[in-house]
């Protein structure tokens, strides 16, 4: 949860640095909350960071720069790639363990994939509404579930499998479209129009579709992302893209705001 935070913390300071003024001070934010975030060990909030802010300002590039930006991740990959066939695949786990003290699985995503495997198994037996809303984590599937696989589980570790198992595909398709319809308004509307906060919250809703494929944080209802999620998809719905947003608008890309 605390490198959850980090991470929209990260994501906030990059666009007030991008905005200004005081673009030292919020660089300043940003790199602490990138450290921070890093210091939490959580390999899936700092992976969906970066690719929610690169994908942002992949929309904001032109046409020429996502090709050399496309060309150099592929680069980078080959390079990776071949790097990777000399010296072996076991520096990259340790590194990729981020300090953790957990046993390099990348196969299973530290016991993800086999966990998963047995909820779904669970979310076929009621393969049209689920189990309802906090219904499917009683005491006794947590225990069962726990013992199979032999650590302590309480939830699904991926929002998509919480939501298929609390609300059957019906739920899970109209999850799945509400982030995915987000993310495309928030980019036509805002992206377009220069609309700084429309970019931010389309940004935190990336991040909301990235994480969830390895973490549950985005539907627990408990938590600062699901609030985070809820309020983005309000402000992208039904704020962002009203015609009395005028003042709201402003250049994306490092633009200094007049301070009175």
């Known amino acids: 949860e605390q490198g959850v935070n980090c991470a929209l913390a990260a994501i906030a300071s990059w666009y007030l640095w991008q905005r200004g003024p005081r673009r030292a001070f919020w660089l300043g934010s940003l790199v602490v909350a990138i450290v921070l975030t890093l210091l939490t060990k959580s390999r899936t909030a700092f992976a969906s960071e970066i690719v929610a802010l690169a ?19 592929a680069g980078s990959l080959l390079a990776g790639t071949v790097w990777l066939q000399y010296s072996g695949v076991l520096h990259v786990q340790e590194w990729t363990q981020m300090g953790r003290d957990d046993k390099p699985d990348q196969q299973s995503l530290t016991g993800r994939v086999p966990l998963w495997n047995e909820l779904l198994d669970f979310a076929a037996q009621r393969p049209v509404l ?64 220069a609309n700084w ?64």
């Open 130 to 193: 689920g189990y309802g809303y906090g219904g499917f984590w009683t005491q006794d599937r947590v225990l069962d579930v726990s013992e199979n696989q032999r650590w302590g589980v309480s939830a699904a570790h991926s929002a998509y499998v919480e939501i298929l198992l609390a609300l059957g595909p019906i739920g899970l398709c109209l999850y799945a479209a509400s982030l995915l319809l987000g993310i495309g308004r928030a980019r036509l509307s805002g992206i377009d129009t």
């Open 197 to 260: 906060p429309l970019a931010f919250f389309g940004t935190v809703q990336v991040f909301c579709l990235v994480n969830g494929v390895a973490d549950s944080e985005s539907v627990n209802v408990s938590s600062f992302l699901c609030f985070c999620f809820v309020l983005s998809l309000t402000y992208i719905g039904f704020v962002g893209t009203g015609s009395g947003n005028a003042a709201a608008r402003r250049p994306l890309l490092l633009t200094k705001v007049p301070v009175e």
């Open 55 to 73: 994908l942002t300002q992949m929309w904001l590039m032109p046409n020429w720069r996502k090709w050399v930006l496309a060309l150099s991740m």
